[in-house]
C-alpha cells in the first residue's frame, strides 16, 4: 500500500494565489510545482502523483516538505547556481580601492601591484580574509575593470594609480 503524506494543504487565499500565478507566468519548471500541489490536494500519494508528471516520487516528496516549510514563497523561487560567495561584496570593493592606489601610498616600496604583492597585503596587513587565492584576486580585478597583463599568477595587476598619465 502507498505512504500517505504529510501535506499541509494550502488555504482558500493560497489556492486562490496559485491559480492566478498558474494563468499568469510562462515559467515550465513554476508551472509544474503549481500543478504538483495542485495535484496533491486531490490526490496525496507521492506515486500516484509522480506517475502523472512523470518524475521521481522522491522529487514530489521534496516539493511537499518545501512548500510545508515555505508555503508560496517556494513556489517560485530559483536556485542560483555555483557555489556560495566566500567574499562579500563590501570586501570586494575594498579590494579594488586598494588596488586603485600606488603601493607608495600604503608605505610600501614597489612602483605597482602584483598579484601576489596585493594577496600579501589583502590577508596580512590589511586582513581582510584568511585567505584569497591569486586567481580570485585576479578575477574580482578583472570584473572590475582592472584587467591584468595575462592570466598566470606572476603578472603585474595594472591600476589607474600605476598607470602613466
Not at 22 to 30: F, H, N, P
Not at 66 to 91: A, C, D, V
Not at 100 to 129: M, N, V
Request: proline residues 4%; aromatic residues 8%; hydrophobic residues 35%.
Amino acid at each position: 500500500m502507498a505512504r500517505r503524506l504529510h501535506f499541509h494543504k494550502p488555504t482558500r487565499q493560497e489556492l486562490r494565489a496559485l491559480l492566478i500565478l498558474l494563468q499568469q507566468t510562462t515559467d515550465r519548471i513554476v508551472r509544474q510545482r503549481i500543478e504538483v500541489i495542485l495535484s496533491l490536494c486531490a490526490i496525496p500519494i507521492a506515486k500516484e502523483v509522480a506517475g502523472l508528471f512523470d518524475r521521481h516520487p522522491n522529487t514530489i516528496r521534496d516539493y511537499v516538505r518545501r512548500f510545508n516549510r515555505r508555503r508560496l514563497h517556494w513556489i517560485t523561487e530559483r536556485r542560483k547556481g555555483g557555489p556560495k560567495r566566500r567574499i562579500s561584496y563590501r570586501i570586494e570593493r575594498q579590494i579594488v580601492t586598494i588596488a586603485e592606489h600606488a603601493p607608495a601610498e600604503y608605505g610600501l616600496h614597489y612602483g605597482t601591484w602584483s598579484l601576489a604583492r596585493l594577496q600579501w597585503f589583502i590577508t596580512k596587513r590589511r586582513k581582510l580574509g584568511r585567505h584569497i587565492s591569486r586567481e580570485h584576486l585576479r578575477r574580482i580585478l578583472k570584473k572590475t575593470t582592472y584587467i591584468s597583463d595575462g592570466s598566470s599568477a606572476r603578472c603585474s595587476v595594472k591600476t589607474r594609480a600605476a598607470r602613466p598619465s
